[in-house]
C-alpha cells in the first residue's frame, strides 16, 4: 500500500520556526556535519593561551612552560609555506614539529617529554572542540608513548651527604630545612615556596597545602622530626613563638619580619649547586626528594592509598610507580629470605653448599 504524503511546510519555514540557519537544517536533514568556519591554527593557540591566563586552572609555572611551547610551535607554523588551520593539526604535523625540537642531551626528546607535548596539543584540540572550531574530537590521535621510569631517590649515604653540604652554603639554616622539610615531607619545591607559617600548625600536626598541582589543596601530617626541625630553624631566623595568624613565607631569606618568598628558582639553584659540588649532578633530579620520601615511606610499610593522598596524585598508577626500586636496592630487600627450595635441592644432589659452589662456579 502507497501513502499519497505532501509536505505543505517548507525548509525554510521550519528554519525560520526554530530560529536556525537554513544551510544548518539542511546539513542535519541529510545527516551532515555543520560546516565551520576555517580557524588559523595559529589564531586558536593565541586564543587558547589567553583562556589559560584567565581561567588560572593551572599553576603559573605550568602556563608558563606551555606559553614556551606552544611559542616553539607557532614557530614552527610560521615556517611553513602555507597557512595551516586547526583542521589540519594532525599526527603528522606533530611528529615534523617534534623533529624540529632538539634536546638537552641526546638526539631525541624523551618519551616523557613527547608525551607532555602530546598532552598540551591534546588540550587545544580539546579547548577547539568545545569552541566549535572542529566538528569532532580527535585529540585521541595523539597517543602517549608508553614508557617505565624508575624513580630516582637518593640512597642513604647521598641523605647524609646532602645535608652536610647544605650546612657548609651560603644560607646554611635555611637550605638544611629545606632539603630536611623535602625528605620528610615530600613536597613538591613549587609548594614548599608557596608555604606560609600559619600552614605549619604544630597544635594539629597538619601541614596545609595551598595551591597544589592542578591548583588543589591539602593536608599532610607533619612528622615529629621534621616539627622540631622547622622550630628550631623558625627560632634561629626571628620567630621564637609559632602564631596561625602569622601568613608570612614559611621559608625566606629574610629574618624577623617582612618575610619575603623564595622563587622555585631560587631553590632549584640552590639544590642544583650542591649536586654538583658532590658530584651527583646529573644523575638526580630537584623532583628526586620527593622520590625519596616516597619510596622510603613505603618501605616503612605506609599503605599506598594514604601515600597516594599525601602526595597528591589524581591517579593511584602514579604512587605505583614508586613500588619500583632501584635494582640494587631490589637485590639487597630479596637477598635478606632465603631461597625456599635451596635445602630441598641441596639434598636431592647430594651436596652441600661448598660442594656446589666448588662444582659449579670454578
Keep these: 500500500m502507497e501513502f499519497d504524503i505532501n509536505v505543505t511546510i517548507s525548509p525554510e519555514k521550519i528554519a525560520q520556526m526554530y530560529q536556525i540557519d537554513l544551510d544548518d537544517l539542511i546539513l542535519l536533514i541529510e545527516g551532515k556535519k555543520k560546516k565551520l568556519e576555517q580557524r588559523l591554527l595559529s589564531s586558536?593557540?593565541?586564543e587558547y593561551l589567553i583562556a589559560l591566563k584567565v581561567n588560572k586552572r593551572k599553576s603559573k609555572a605550568t602556563i608558563d612552560f606551555y606559553i614556551i611551547i606552544l611559542n616553539k610551535f607557532s614557530r614552527f607554523l610560521t615556517s611553513k609555506t602555507h597557512s595551516?588551520?586547526?583542521?589540519?593539526l594532525n599526527e603528522n604535523l606533530f611528529d615534523e614539529f617534534l623533529n624540529?625540537?632538539?634536546p638537552l642531551k641526546g638526539s631525541k626528546l624523551k618519551a616523557k617529554t613527547q608525551n607532555t607535548y602530546s598532552a598540551i596539543i591534546r588540550n587545544i584540540l580539546v579547548f577547539a572542540y568545545t569552541k566549535n572550531y572542529i566538528n569532532t574530537d580527535i585529540k585521541n590521535q595523539f597517543q602517549f608513548i608508553k614508557h617505565e621510569v624508575l624513580p630516582k631517590y637518593f640512597p642513604d649515604e647521598v641523605v647524609v651527604s646532602l645535608l652536610n653540604e647544605a650546612k657548609k652554603s651560603k644560607w646554611p639554616f635555611l637550605n638544611f630545612a629545606l632539603i630536611y622539610f623535602m625528605l620528610g615531607t615530600g613536597c613538591r619545591i613549587s609548594e614548599v615556596a608557596n608555604l606560609r607559617v600559619s600552614d605549619f600548625?604544630?597544635?594539629?600536626?597538619?601541614i596545609f597545602i595551598r595551591r597544589g598541582k592542578g591548583q588543589k589543596e591539602r593536608f599532610i601530617p607533619l612528622y615529629p622530626e621534621v616539627k622540631k626541625l622547622i622550630l628550631d630553624y623558625l627560632s634561629r631566623t626571628g620567630l621564637h613563638q609559632w602564631d596561625i595568624r602569622n601568613h608570612e613565607y614559611l621559608f625566606s631569606k629574610r629574618c624577623y619580619s617582612q618575610r619575603e618568598p623564595l622563587s622555585i628558582s631560587n631553590i632549584?639553584?640552590?639544590l642544583v649547586q650542591i649536586f654538583d659540588r658532590l658530584d651527583i649532578k646529573g644523575q638526580y633530579t630537584v623532583h628526586s626528594f620527593r622520590h625519596t620520601f616516597a619510596v622510603n615511606a613505603l618501605k616503612a610499610g605506609m599503605a599506598i592509598y594514604d601515600l597516594q593522598e599525601i602526595l597528591g596524585h589524581e591517579n593511584i598508577e602514579t604512587t605505583r610507580l614508586y613500588t619500583k626500586r632501584h635494582p640494587v636496592d631490589l637485590k639487597h630487600a630479596v637477598l635478606k629470605y632465603p631461597f625456599p627450595l635451596e635445602k630441598l635441592l641441596n639434598n636431592v644432589l647430594g651436596i652441600g653448599e661448598e660442594d656446589y659452589n666448588d662444582q659449579f662456579l670454578h
Aim: net charge negative.
Design 201 to 206: 600548625n604544630i597544635y594539629e600536626d597538619l
Design 268 to 270: 632549584q639553584y640552590m
Design 44 to 46: 586558536v593557540i593565541d
Design 100 to 102: 624540529t625540537c632538539t
Design 84 to 88: 595551516l588551520y586547526i583542521s589540519d
